[in-house]
């Protein structure tokens, strides 16, 4: 059993997967969120639950992450806010958070990232802030000696799981549920192909572990 710290729980794939995990009871979930009513809603529902500022100075983070065995990194400023934020939290505060994951001996490192990050060609327009934060997010994480995976969802949604993905190096456009990355995310904790391995994710025809354990042909 690891202890796993999931950044952004309060988001949508965030708290998808603290309730996933909390329901699997497979390992101990740490539900990490900025704001003290969302901690105590958290831990109203079972869920052990900390406060991090991903805006704060990377010894918080430290503290926050001492004991813990993996990361997963769901965090995101949202569609609402300016560049600023974008910057400040999907680039900054994710470098943030590995550059303590790694000081206090983490070994997991899971991070959401978005379609084709990796290849600037594809990058829409209207988000190319957005691209380029987690285009080098996810290089930094990649520098490091950290246990990564990075998980690339195409458009999110908020229909119903399907329990149905596809995954691959570099995927055609389309979307995926929110409740589906959770799933997929979750996995990635135990499924060895998914170490040290980059990949976009869409909805597709195969059951979510079929598809990761594809990852291990692709090597």
Known sequence: MMKVAVIGANGKIGQHLVEQMQHAKKHEVIAVVRKEEQQKAWED???TAKLGDLEGPVPKLEELLQGVDAVVFTAGSGGSTGDDKTLLVDLDGAVKTIEAAESVGVKRFIMVSAW??????NWAEALLPYYAAKHYAD??????KLNWTIVRPGALTDEEATGKVVVGESLAPGSVPREDVASVLRRCLDERGTELRA???MSGDSEVEHSLQSMKEMA
């Open 45 to 47: 529902r079972g869920v």
């Open 116 to 121: 084709q990050s990796n290849n600037r060609e």
């Open 139 to 144: 290089r930094e994480l990649m520098r490091t």
């Open 199 to 201: 990949f976009d994710l």
